[in-house]
């Protein structure tokens, strides 16, 4: 009998009640030893469906949700490994999207910002096509500088004539030079 209600107790909530009434009506009956037994597995079944209700709700909170193109994703990821390195711990793949899309003009990326969801990078897709691996990177670092960071554009440069960020508009009159030997110190600008 009482691996039957122990059944019951595991498949729904429901019967945990109407069978609790019958361990009370049980009770006139003298099967005390039983119904001890029984309310033990009461007790314990609520408390199994509690921490199973407390699990199910810690999941869903913590289920990130990822929006971003495949083909854009790792250059998301390799900011956010960038960011945690110079100490800055955030899921940057789950606060900002990614598309590709038909952008147009010459505009080759943009950020738009939402209040209300997380800012989209959209990235004209012709010229994701044919640009380079430093190019790709340089335009997501860039655009999530936007959409993650905060950042405006900045024109300045140095006694060289080159550019000292990575967030120049390109309509300034800095020279562009994103390459091995400069990422890591436009990568700390970029952070700082
Ligand atoms: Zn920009």
């Not at 199994?48 to 999941?59: K, P, V, Y």
Request: with cysteine.
């Amino acid at each position: 009998m009482s691996t039957k209600v122990y059944l019951l107790y595991y498949k729904s909530r429901l019967p945990v009640w109407s069978a609790s009434f019958n361990f009370h009506s049980r009770v006139s009956c003298g099967e005390n030893k039983y119904i001890m037994l029984l309310k033990n597995y009461w007790i314990l079944s609520v408390i199994i469906l509690l921490l199973a209700g407390l699990t199910n709700c810690q999941t869903e909170e913590t289920t990130p949700v990822i929006n971003i193109d495949a083909r854009l994703l790792p250059y998301f990821e390799r900011f956010e490994s960038e960011a945690s390195a110079r100490g800055i711990e955030a899921p940057i793949t789950t606060l900002v999207s990614g598309k590709l899309a038909e952008v147009g003009g010459d505009v080759v990326g943009q950020c738009e910002h939402y209040t209300n969801s997380p800012n989209v990078i959209l990235v004209d897709q012709q010229y994701w096509q044919n640009a380079k691996e430093f190019e790709k990177e340089y335009l997501i670092f860039h655009e999530l500088g936007h959409c993650y960071l905060e950042r405006n554009h900045l024109d300045e440069k140095n006694v060289a004539g080159n550019c000292i960020s990575i967030m120049q508009s390109g309509q300034g009159n800095c020279r562009m030079t994103y390459n091995y030997s400069t990422r890591e110190a436009y990568l700390d600008e970029l952070f700082n």
